[in-house]
């Protein structure tokens, strides 16, 4: 139904037609559909083994060096039926002279997929499929892909060991399978059946009040620990309104979850990936989003080149997410030593505006960096009673020019415990907030030294801030917990102090971080 060229992040060199160099040969690409006529469509050519890439129109010819290649197509025709057919095909051809090969889908063999008594199933199964040219430890990035529904996908077998073949097959109902699956070489007979008592479990829970939006597309891409033609095939598992629940039973082995977040108009404004969850058969795990509270997640301080650096980005984002889940904001940035201010900047992290803070400084001693971060999206009115609207960091520490830091400061992560899924406490009880005190990584120029918390204090506020009660403390494992004593209605604003045995303290605040209800 869809075909795209396979993308990595380290993307093979790309040559059109008319940019081959030193060329001594030509190739032409014929493709045939299922009933014999010609088919236009995009073709990807890989050379082999330096896996440079070339892309040329099926029927075209592309002038290119002497040499082998793998040329492959996904051959799509429309149907009746509004689906049409997918067949995916690739051949090693050897170019010398005027080369030509023809890519026939009459060749192809339905990929077959099935899953034993699939109960509560509506309807065949998704899949998406992909050949790779297997040139490089790269292959999911030399590949042709295409999706459709089981019955109207093939695949053109090959046993070349310069190939090879993956899918994913997705199925729909009371809960989502999603089964991945990779070749060696394109089989003769492609596909596979698969049990409900040899996958895993990974079951969501998606909270509303943090997001600009309800609306939550969850999915689950495939991430094998070696890169394979299965690589990043996603699966999606509930598309709704939170808060909601949803269960996916998917094969073992290493998977991605992510959360796209979309407006009224569709346009996608947030979500994420989450961190990578590497499962065994009959093992079941929850992944969470949307869980108050959201602040800070990655980024500190740095002094580096006589100057105090920080990156305004993800400072209001989903715990369970981490950067790529950070919310667009707008900050204030000031530096100051004593009473001096040494600089004051705003910024946004929206778009392409400037998110990074740089603020020379001349004398060692200490320094107090703050930052106070507001929601923020030009033409976006947020929500009324959105939670964590605003994040506050207030950071003190000592810093030299002369010598290259991370600062010795900490973020603080709250997560109330006991919430319901709209991120709610009942009225007049007592929350624990789990609090762990955490140092991002930065970049690699920068020394990045061990930071011990000495103390952790909590306080919380029923009144958006204009008074402040002290919460008890106590140690718990790695972390620390606070208990905190709600209001009769409205919203709890949480802040933390910790401190080293040097003096370097980090203060931070989050508004609004968890509802009454």
Same mark, same amino acid.
């Given at each position: 139904?869809?075909?795209?060229?396979?993308?990595?992040?380290?993307?093979?060199?790309?040559?059109?037609?008319?940019?081959?160099?030193?060329?001594?040969?030509?190739?032409?690409?014929?493709?045939?559909?299922?009933?014999?006529?010609?088919?236009?469509?995009?073709?990807?050519?890989?050379?082999?083994?330096?896996?440079?890439?070339?892309?040329?129109?099926?029927?075209?010819?592309?002038?290119?060096?002497?040499?082998?290649?793998?040329?492959?197509?996904?051959?799509?025709?429309?149907?009746?039926?509004?689906?049409?057919?997918?067949?995916?095909?690739?051949?090693?051809?050897?170019?010398?002279?005027?080369?030509?090969?023809?890519?026939?889908?009459?060749?192809?063999?339905?990929?077959?997929?099935?899953?034993?008594?699939?109960?509560?199933?509506?309807?065949?199964?998704?899949?998406?499929?992909?050949?790779?040219?297997?040139?490089?430890?790269?292959?999911?990035?030399?590949?042709?892909?295409?999706?459709?529904?089981?019955?109207?996908?093939?695949?053109?077998?090959?046993?070349?060991?310069?190939?090879?073949?993956?899918?994913?097959?997705?199925?729909?109902?009371?809960?989502?399978?999603?089964?991945?699956?990779?070749?060696?070489?394109?089989?003769?007979?492609?596909?596979?059946?698969?049990?409900?008592?040899?996958?895993?479990?990974?079951?969501?829970?998606?909270?509303?009040?943090?997001?600009?939006?309800?609306?939550?597309?969850?999915?689950?891409?495939?991430?094998?620990?070696?890169?394979?033609?299965?690589?990043?095939?996603?699966?999606?598992?509930?598309?709704?309104?939170?808060?909601?629940?949803?269960?996916?039973?998917?094969?073992?082995?290493?998977?991605?979850?992510?959360?796209?977040?979309?407006?009224?108009?569709?346009?996608?404004?947030?979500?994420?990936?989450?961190?990578?969850?590497?499962?065994?058969?009959?093992?079941?795990?929850?992944?969470?989003?949307?869980?108050?509270?959201?602040?800070?997640?990655?980024?500190?301080?740095?002094?580096?080149?006589?100057?105090?650096?920080?990156?305004?980005?993800?400072?209001?984002?989903?715990?369970?997410?981490?950067?790529?889940?950070?919310?667009?904001?707008?900050?204030?940035?000031?530096?100051?030593?004593?009473?001096?201010?040494?600089?004051?900047?705003?910024?946004?992290?929206?778009?392409?505006?400037?998110?990074?803070?740089?603020?020379?400084?001349?004398?060692?001693?200490?320094?107090?960096?703050?930052?106070? /971060?507001?929601?923020? +999206?030009?033409? %976006? &009115?947020?929500? $009324? *009673?959105?939670? #964590?609207?605003? =994040?506050?960091?207030?950071? @003190?520490?000592?810093?030299?020019?002369?010598?290259?830091?991370?600062?010795?400061?900490?973020?603080?992560?709250?997560?109330?415990?006991?919430?319901?899924?709209?991120?709610?406490?009942?009225?007049?009880?007592?929350?624990?907030?789990?609090?762990?005190?955490?140092?991002?990584?930065?970049?690699?120029?920068?020394?990045?030294?061990?930071?011990?918390?000495?103390?952790?204090?909590?306080?919380?506020?029923?009144?958006?801030?204009?008074?402040?009660?002290?919460?008890?403390?106590?140690?718990?494992?790695?972390?620390?917990?606070?208990?905190?004593?709600?209001?009769?209605?409205? /919203?709890?604003?949480? +802040?933390?102090? %910790? &401190?080293?045995? $040097? *003096?370097?303290? #980090?203060?931070? =605040?989050?508004?609004?971080? @968890?509802?009454?209800?």
């Amino acid at each position: 139904m869809l075909a795209f060229v396979g993308v990595a992040a380290l993307a093979p060199l790309v040559a059109s037609a008319a940019s081959a160099q030193a060329a001594s040969g030509s190739l032409a690409v014929t493709a045939l559909g299922r009933h014999g006529t010609k088919v236009s469509t995009t073709v990807t050519v890989v050379a082999v083994p330096s896996g440079r890439r070339y892309t040329v129109r099926s029927g075209k010819r592309i002038s290119l060096p002497t040499g082998r290649y793998v040329a492959m197509t996904d051959i799509y025709e429309s149907a009746p039926d509004s689906l049409g057919t997918d067949t995916l095909g690739a051949q090693v051809v050897q170019v010398s002279g005027s080369t030509s090969v023809t890519l026939d889908a009459r060749k192809g063999k339905a990929v077959k997929v099935s899953l034993d008594t699939p109960a509560g199933v509506t309807g065949p199964a998704r899949l998406d499929a992909r050949v790779c040219a297997a040139v490089t430890d790269m292959p999911s990035a030399y590949g042709v892909s295409g999706w459709n529904e089981a019955g109207h996908l093939y695949v053109i077998p090959n046993s070349s060991k310069l190939l090879k073949f993956g899918y994913l097959a997705n199925w729909s109902g009371d809960d989502s399978y999603v089964v991945a699956k990779n070749t060696a070489g394109i089989p003769t007979a492609p596909g596979g059946a698969f049990k409900r008592s040899k996958l895993a479990t990974m079951r969501f829970s998606v909270r509303s009040g943090t997001q600009m939006a309800t609306r939550h597309d969850i999915a689950l891409q495939a991430h094998p620990k070696v890169d394979d033609c299965t690589t990043d095939l996603m699966g999606q598992v509930h598309d709704d309104s939170a808060p909601y629940t949803a269960t996916a039973r998917v094969t073992p082995g290493t998977w991605q979850p992510r959360d796209d977040i979309f407006a009224s108009n569709g346009d996608d404004i947030g979500g994420g990936f989450a961190k990578l969850r590497t499962l065994a058969a009959g093992q079941s795990v929850t992944q969470p989003f949307g869980r108050a509270v959201w602040g800070p997640t990655y980024f500190l301080p740095t002094v580096w080149q006589k100057s105090v650096d920080f990156v305004a980005d993800a400072l209001i984002g989903d715990p369970d997410i981490g950067t790529s889940g950070a919310d667009p904001t707008k900050e204030t940035v000031v530096l100051s030593k004593g009473s001096t201010v040494v600089k004051k900047q705003t910024l946004s992290n929206w778009g392409s505006s400037e998110d990074v803070f740089s603020a020379r400084i001349r004398t060692a001693g200490w320094y107090r960096l703050t930052v106070d /971060a507001r929601r923020y +999206r030009p033409g %976006v &009115t947020f929500p $009324a *009673g959105m939670l #964590s609207p605003r =994040t506050t960091v207030d950071w @003190y520490f000592k810093a030299d020019p002369a010598k290259s830091a991370v600062a010795p400061v900490f973020l603080t992560r709250f997560l109330p415990t006991g919430l319901n899924t709209r991120n709610q406490a009942a009225p007049n009880t007592t929350t624990t907030v789990d609090v762990s005190a955490l140092r991002g990584s930065q970049n690699s120029d920068v020394k990045f030294t061990k930071v011990t918390a000495k103390s952790v204090r909590v306080w919380s506020s029923a009144d958006g801030g204009r008074t402040w009660k002290a919460a008890a403390v106590r140690h718990s494992g790695t972390g620390w917990q606070a208990s905190v004593r709600n209001p009769a209605s409205g /919203a709890v604003a949480l +802040r933390s102090e %910790v &401190t080293d045995s $040097a *003096g370097d303290r #980090s203060v931070e =605040t989050v508004y609004r971080a @968890y509802a009454i209800g």
